[in-house]
């Protein structure tokens, strides 16, 4: 399967706005859908927002409207634009992706922390 890599994270003041991509070690034309979950400390692994290869957006309710996914199949990554973050955005997020022809749950990246603080 896909080999997932994620960049962008780091310390960020509230209402920052950083971007995260993922880049894919392969092209992702025929993966159904990437996407990025995040963990925050003591916490499970959460959704933040998914993309299918046809458009169909999936995005949590505390990040819609700050939160903008988007994919480059010429480039094989999918990115993440974060406005306005808040303390609670803290977390590590990961990049994720599914080809629903693949055996089992999909591929995941490392992570990359993002932390917000003051």
């Known amino acids: 399967q896909v080999q997932l890599v994620e960049s962008g994270g780091g310390l960020v003041q509230p209402g920052g706005s950083p971007r995260l991509s993922c880049t894919a070690s392969?092209?992702?034309?025929?993966?159904?859908?990437m996407g990025w979950y995040r963990q925050a400390p003591g916490r499970q692994r959460e959704l933040v927002a998914t993309?299918?290869?046809?458009?169909?957006?999936n995005i949590a309710d505390s990040v819609k409207g700050r939160f903008t996914i988007a994919r480059d199949n010429a480039k094989n990554t999918v990115s993440l634009q974060m406005n306005s973050l808040k303390p609670e955005d803290t977390g590590i997020y990961y990049c994720?992706?599914?080809?629903?022809?693949?055996?089992?749950?999909?591929?995941w990246g490392q992570g990359t922390q993002v932390t917000v603080s003051s």
């Open positions: 994720y992706a599914k080809a629903f022809s693949w055996t089992g749950n999909g591929s």
């Open positions: 392969e092209s992702i034309s025929s993966i159904d859908i």
């Open positions: 993309l299918a290869s046809g458009g169909w957006t």
